[in-house]
């Protein structure tokens, strides 16, 4: 009995022990400091920057970043950005948003459009009013759809008329002399300048002589272009009609006999 009691007295203290050193475990992994990961400094916009606004110390701030992570063209000193010349804003910047060099003019340069013009791209300007720019609504920084509807053949007729999808999911540079994509109010305006390839800038400039150009607004979900099978391309005077219409139904004859 008495072996069986110090066998007893033996498993419980080496069970009591491995307790103790699982709990120390686990209090020692949960105080532990956190691995910190490698980090830099990126600075980013304090506030939301307008287009064509200046660049000032107040305007911006150093954030950490994690190394390697940081995105083209960012700057690590915010005396970089206001040292010197001045530099503008050439597109809208959100708060917290990184100070990119694309977003951002040289020093003392102005804030002019081809600053915001992507690699590759042309602007086009093209006349509009309040019909033809959806009743004021396409904002810069909005994506259309360019409409030409012209008339097929030598002859003049209406019944001859098409419209034909010329350019998908184009963005919207400007607006008259509007570049601001911050700006929300609509504007009936009397031109709007798209930004386009240089072989679309091409079929632009010809449409617009030989027809009239109307712009569709697309959705914020739906900015690209339409894929070629969803695609509408031309619509003709002949697809309005809404079918024949329906043949009047025979009137039925009842002949009645007088009687003699």
Do not use: C, H, Y
Not at 49 to 71: D, H, M, S, Y
Not at 117 to 140: C, E, H, N, Q, S
């Amino acid at each position: 009995m008495r072996a069986i009691g110090l066998g007893l007295l033996a498993v419980a203290l080496v069970l009591g022990l491995a307790a103790v050193w699982g709990v120390r475990t686990i209090t020692a992994a949960k105080s532990a400091p956190a691995t910190q990961l490698d980090q830099t400094v990126v600075v980013v916009a304090s506030r939301p920057i307008e287009f064509g606004e200046t660049l000032k110390p107040e305007l911006l701030r150093a954030q950490a970043w994690p190394a390697g992570a940081q995105p083209d063209g960012a700057f690590k000193t915010v005396g970089e950005l206001t040292t010197g010349s001045p530099r503008v804003a050439l597109r809208p910047i959100a708060a917290n948003e990184p100070i990119l060099a694309s977003r951002i003019s040289g020093p003392g340069a102005r804030a002019t459009l081809s600053g915001a013009i992507d690699a590759g791209k042309r602007a086009v300007t093209i006349r509009v009013d309040d019909v033809v720019g959806v009743a004021g609504f396409v904002l810069p920084g909005d994506f259309v759809d360019v409409l030409v509807t012209r008339t097929e053949g030598d002859r003049g007729e209406r019944t001859n008329m098409r419209t034909d999808v010329l350019l998908e999911g184009v963005r919207v540079l400007a607006v008259d002399q509007l570049a601001n994509e911050n700006k929300n109010d609509p504007v009936v305006a009397k031109a709007a300048t798209i930004e386009v390839a240089p072989e679309q800038a091409q079929r632009l400039a010809l449409a617009a002589e030989v027809g009239t150009l109307s712009l569709s607004l697309r959705g914020t979900a739906d900015a690209m272009a339409t894929s070629p099978s969803e695609a509408v391309r031309t619509v003709r005077v002949g697809d309005l009609r809404l079918g024949a219409a329906a043949a009047p139904e025979p009137v039925k004859v009842v002949r009645v006999q007088q009687p003699r």
